[in-house]
């Protein structure tokens, strides 16, 4: 493990959560750390914090991934660690519930924004060159095919999928240009997405996943195109 210190990292959904114990314990590792989140001024998990800068970001938005990336152009001109977290569970519903705004919804937060925010960072040089990149995207095991033994969920798990497969293609096209590009599942965590319900506290969760990423700085563990969870063991497809 190579403790990650002195970097800066992005972490996209950065109010609440999982985003939040991220954007703490990054900073608290003495890293950068730019803290994109839909209302800054409601971000009270994260406001005053070191080394942290709040900026404005709703990956739903195309508009504002492309406003937001021009704002983060002029605070850093590379992005060592880029968590792409922000996500929805969306309604909990079912088969015979489950609508065309529910599966959109959750498809373009879970899987649209974070490409695009991938995107808009890799076209304006902000990520790998000479020095590497790792963008790390937040998805879950609910996405997993192999994994899924009780159904329903239909609009998370699928959007999960998806953010899976673009993942890849990600990870292929960006690693001529020196960019890792991984999968994160956080586990089982209490927070506001599972009404604070889980098996795990968000700042175990987190610890794991940044344990994740030091693996992979000191090149012990294969980032690249790959899925850990906060134990460090590989998820299954
Ligand atoms: P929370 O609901 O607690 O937090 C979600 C975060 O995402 C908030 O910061 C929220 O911002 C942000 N967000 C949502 N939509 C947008 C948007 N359109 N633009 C910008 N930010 C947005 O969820 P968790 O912390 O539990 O989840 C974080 C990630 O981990 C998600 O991707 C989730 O799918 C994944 N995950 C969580 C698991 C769990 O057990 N908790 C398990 C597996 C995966 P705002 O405050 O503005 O709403």
Same mark, same amino acid.
């Given at each position: 493990?190579?403790? $990650? ?42 406001? !005053? ?5 709040? @900026? ?68 304006? !040089?902000?990520?790998?060159? @000479? ?11 609910? !996405? ?37 590009? @991984? ?26 996943? $940044? !344990? ?7 090149? @012990? ?17």
């Amino acid at each position: 493990m190579s403790a $990650i210190t002195q970097k800066t990292v992005v972490v996209v959904g950065g109010s609440r959560g999982i985003g939040a114990e991220f954007v703490r314990q990054f900073a608290q590792k003495g890293n950068r750390v730019i803290a994109a989140c839909r209302q800054p001024s409601q971000a009270n998990e994260v406001q !005053g914090l070191e080394n942290v800068t709040l @900026t404005q970001l709703d990956v739903s938005s195309p508009q504002s991934v492309e406003q937001w990336a021009g704002e983060v152009q002029k605070l850093a001109s590379h992005f060592d660690y880029v968590i792409n977290n922000a996500g929805i569970y969306g309604r909990r519903v079912g088969l015979s519930d489950v609508t065309y705004d529910d599966m959109l919804a959750t498809f373009v937060t879970n899987c649209v924004g974070p490409l695009l925010v991938v995107q808009q960072l890799h076209k304006r !040089g902000l990520l790998g060159g @000479t020095s590497p990149s790792v963008v790390a995207n937040v998805t879950s095991k609910v !996405g997993s095919v192999e994994d899924n033994r009780s159904g329903g969920g239909y609009a998370y798990r699928s959007s999960k999928a998806a953010l899976n497969i673009v993942n890849k293609s990600l990870s292929i096209d960006l690693a001529p240009d020196n960019v890792v590009c @991984t999968l994160l599942h956080p586990g089982y965590v209490r927070t506001d997405m599972t009404g604070g319900a889980g098996l795990i506290d968000k700042q175990t969760s987190v610890a794991g996943l $940044i !344990g994740v990423l030091e693996d992979g700085a000191a090149g @012990t563990r294969e980032l690249q195109g790959t899925w850990h969870d906060y134990k460090r063991e590989v998820v299954p497809w």
